[in-house]
């Protein structure tokens, strides 16, 4: 049986390949959550809150890490309840939209989820203030919440960058590359050459 030995820059091809595919699945779960979140909300709520959709990679990007801790440390909250207090995060943490979660805030009282809510809201409280340090160490001041947002999709791909940072010597083209695909497949509004300083600087950082 013969061996097949690639050469280094074949490696180089197929890891980067990896990465840009991790991403790319990253984005849509995200989407899919956001998608999730209003699809149930409006069905069993009848709460038209578009902006989940408007925003779906960035906020399904900031709540993917809640929704793993309530699946992982919850088990005793439903799917459902577990999207209502996802949607309650989105109108107190990311947006504050005192209309939208007085809604949300009647139902979680009704089903006696308020408490569990507010747990789940100093998570999220505690995962902006470390985006917003990130983005500090980065040089990035960020004073609207649209700001916030649109860097929220970082959060599930930094564990993707920091293998990708690792793995081998990362060329100023790879960066470039990235940020590109990243850019047109529409995880932020940020320009591929934002991303590209994002990710430059993001990366040395990890090293």
Known sequence: MSTIVLSEQQRKMLLFESVTNDIENVKEHSEK???????????????????????????GGFLTPLSQLIKGEMPEVSTTDSYLILAG?????LFQNESNFKKIKDILKEKGLYKTFLVVKEKALNLKSSLFK?????????????????YSFLIPIIPILMQFATSHTISDEDILELAKRVSAWGLTILSSNTLKNIFTKLIQKLN
């Open 33 to 59: 959550l956001s998608e999730k979140i209003y699809n149930e909300i409006k069905q069993q709520y009848s709460f038209d809150f578009k902006i989940l959709l408007t925003w779906s990679t960035s906020i």
């Open 89 to 93: 995060i989105v109108f107190t943490v």
């Open 134 to 150: 990130l983005l500090s160490g980065l040089n990035i001041t960020v004073n609207t919440m649209s700001g916030i947002i649109a």
